[in-house]
């Protein structure tokens, strides 16, 4: 299969790198130069869950290389303020016949992704892997999760991307209702991420004080309200799950927090700011998510 991975980061490199150790004709897309020349002149470093390291020469491309055509399957791996650039060059890519799916965190980018693809054409999954960046070409392979596909708007297409991705390693499945999967990772990161960027701590140590539990707590239980309120059947004890993920990840760098440090913009928009909106729209009070997503957007300024 002809796969263009759209955002070379942390878990689209990390795709990229099981598919292309898997055999698959795989090209990535990035506009992070060091991360584009080291990856030519050295491969891509995957650090594995087993301890090992693999090098792979993957063919990489930056915004001003032309592109490959007829490419049957796009990954959408950006962020999310990303995500109409790499739906319009997906989209030039395909072919006829192809797909484009989202993995992103937050809600909104698979509507995005359809408006410009077409909506037969833009799938959705959720992935509880996790991946780390260490470097301009190197990436580690941080946690195994979950990974489900929607079975809706292609059937088809969804159960060839499963076992695509099992083949690679990434053990998947589709799912006829995919959307209390992704509330329920949803509701994980809005517990998470934007308190690990606003205090600049690991994830674990959102477990260590009374105080950031509380607002961890807080956070989790307004996102769960609104789901609630829109019908989906979330997990039970959320607020447990948000607890369990942080101490698992204890000493991880949440991808918030690094978009921080790195001064770049977060995904703050589509996780608590998301809980926000769907709160307004449904009258429930999520005052604690609107602090949170004002206090992440203002650290950027």
Not at 132 to 160: C, F, K, M, N
Not at 245 to 273: P, Y
Request: hydrophobic share 50%.
């Amino acid at each position: 299969m002809r796969i263009l991975i759209c955002g070379a980061g942390a878990m689209g490199s990390l795709f990229g790198g099981l598919l292309h150790r898997a055999g698959e004709e795989l090209w990535l897309l990035s506009h992070w130069a060091e991360h584009v020349a080291r990856i030519r002149s050295e491969g891509l470093t995957l650090h594995q869950l087993d301890g090992t390291t693999l090098r792979l020469n993957i063919p990489i491309l930056d915004y001003n290389d032309p592109l490959p055509r007829e490419i049957d399957l796009a990954f959408i791996s950006v962020k999310s303020a990303d995500t109409d650039d790499a739906a319009t060059q997906a989209h030039a890519a395909l072919a006829a016949h192809g797909v484009a799916i989202t993995m992103q965190n937050g809600l909104g980018n698979r509507e995005r992704l359809a408006r410009v693809v077409g909506e037969r054409r833009a799938l959705l999954g959720v992935t509880s892997h996790g991946a780390t960046l260490l470097g301009p070409g190197e990436v580690r392979h941080a946690g195994s999760g979950h990974t489900a596909i929607a079975a809706q708007p292609d059937g088809v297409w969804a159960r060839r991307i499963a076992a695509l991705l099992t083949a690679a390693g990434i053990e998947s499945e589709v799912e006829q209702e995919i959307a209390p999967l992704l509330w329920n990772k949803l509701l994980v990161n809005i517990g998470i991420n934007a308190l690990t960027a606003i205090l600049d701590l690991p994830n674990g140590a959102l477990l260590t004080t009374e105080a950031r539990r509380a607002l961890l707590r807080d956070a989790v239980e307004e996102g769960a309200a609104v789901a609630r309120a829109k019908g989906i059947a979330i997990a039970p004890n959320p607020v447990a799950r948000t607890e369990a993920v942080a101490r698992a990840t204890a000493h991880n760098v949440s991808s918030m927090r690094a978009d921080v440090q790195r001064g770049v913009a977060t995904e703050i928009d589509v996780i608590n700011g998301a809980i926000v909106r769907e709160g307004a729209a449904l009258a429930i009070p999520t005052p604690v998510n609107a602090m949170l997503t004002r206090l992440v957007q203002a650290k950027g300024e």
